[in-house]
């Protein structure tokens, strides 16, 4: 499959779905969507730019400092006021669940730990548990996206840094 083919087909599996079944929005004032936030922008995947050709008016798509596999640049997609929600990049649609590598190379599904920041459905002890049907289909969608080179390659990468962001904020918060 294309990546093209790729993200289509994990767009449309996601496109209905939420965190939970009521809005989340509610709960945080949108927190993840704030585009007041000149800083906010979430990573593509690799090739994921290609669902933005033209690149839409909301949105703003540049080089990350971040890179993967062989030195590879991550792009990072910027949105300057509310998407079109049909469109939203695949980091929003999962979010604050993310994909990882652990050290045996197995690929989990899991809260990403940097999204407690912002949501409440992160933190430990959250009121509200995520639906089942989002997670088990965040599962399904990689278990098909992480079989494409770049995008495993990429996965290693984005779990090395959540490990080390991780261990910055625990040191930040035994000080
Ligand atoms: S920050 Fe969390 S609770 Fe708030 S809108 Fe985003 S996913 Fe929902
Ligand atoms: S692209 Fe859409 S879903 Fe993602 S942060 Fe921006 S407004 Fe929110």
């Known amino acids: ?20 079944k009521t809005d989340c929005g509610e709960l945080c004032n949108k927190a993840c969507c704030d585009s007041n936030d000149v800083d ?18 909301w949105l703003k798509i540049e080089k990350s400092d971040f890179t993967y ?3 590879k640049p991550v792009n990072i997609a910027i949105c300057t006021e509310p998407c079109e ?40 002890n959250a009121d509200y548990k995520l639906d089942e049907e989002f997670i088990d289909t965040v599962v399904r969608v990689f278990r098909f996206l992480a079989r494409d080179k ?5 996965i290693l990468s984005l779990s090395q840094l959540i490990d080390e962001e991780e261990e910055y904020l625990r040191s930040f918060f035994q000080k």
């Open 1 to 20: 499959m294309t990546k093209r083919e790729l993200y289509q087909k994990a767009y449309r599996l996601l496109d209905e779905l939420t965190p939970i």
């Open 40 to 57: 906010a922008g979430m990573y593509l995947f690799p090739g994921e730019e290609v669902m933005y050709r033209p690149v839409p008016p």
């Open 69 to 71: 596999g062989r030195n």
């Open 85 to 124: 929600r049909s469109l939203r990049p695949l980091a929003c649609r999962i979010f604050p669940l993310t994909p990882y590598i652990e050290d045996n190379g197995n690929m989990i599904i899991k809260i990403d730990p940097r999204s407690a920041v912002l949501c409440p459905l992160a933190r430990k």
């Open 150 to 154: 770049d995008i495993r390659a990429y």
